[in-house]
């Protein structure tokens, strides 16, 4: 049900700010959301969120290569219109030295299923795909997707299986 309610908040976002293309021009959607970004390199982080008296900054680590880096600022947008009543995030690079609590836990995965909402929106990606796998292997068909959707091959791997969308050999 939560799931649900990203890609619908998600497809609202999109509708709202009247994008349509692929790839979805995530920078964009920050700026016209008023959120700066800033890019710096970091050995601890992939991406942070901080909100300031009705500012937003987001955060990402310059060393990452470039779908990474879409990846993160999509995430931390994801934190931006999900949790509202947190002025900070932080996502570090190595998770297992991180203390998270449940909630923590929870907040992250919901923040990368609105990333990948976002990122692959739902309905564009089921009629590309239907369109691009034919004859292909599930292999051949991600990474074709995820050229298109400028997203890691393993990203568009996830978001097709989360979709149920598997090719019938």
């Not at 999509?74 to 998270?100: C, S, T």
């Not at 990203?155 to 149920?164: D, E, V």
């Amino acid at each position: 049900m939560i799931s649900e309610n990203i890609e619908l908040k998600v497809e609202q976002i999109l509708s709202d700010l009247n994008i349509k293309t692929t790839p979805v021009p995530i920078e964009e959607i920050a700026s016209r959301t008023q959120i700066k970004i800033s890019r710096a390199p970091s050995k601890d982080f992939s991406g942070l969120l901080i909100r300031k008296d009705g500012h937003a900054l987001i955060g990402v680590n310059s060393d990452e290569a470039p779908v990474r880096q879409r990846f993160t600022i999509a995430h931390e947008l994801g934190h931006f219109y999900l949790h509202p009543q947190k002025d900070a995030f932080v996502d570090y690079r190595d998770h297992k030295d991180n203390n998270k609590d449940a909630a923590t836990t929870i907040k992250e995965r919901q923040a990368n299923m609105f990333a990948a909402a976002l990122l692959m929106p739902r309905k564009n990606l089921i009629k590309d795909f239907k369109t691009v796998a034919k004859g292909l292997s599930d292999e051949e068909a991600a990474g074709i997707l995820a050229k298109r959707y400028e997203v890691s091959d393993d990203a568009m791997k996830f978001r097709l299986k989360n979709l149920g969308l598997q090719l019938v050999s």
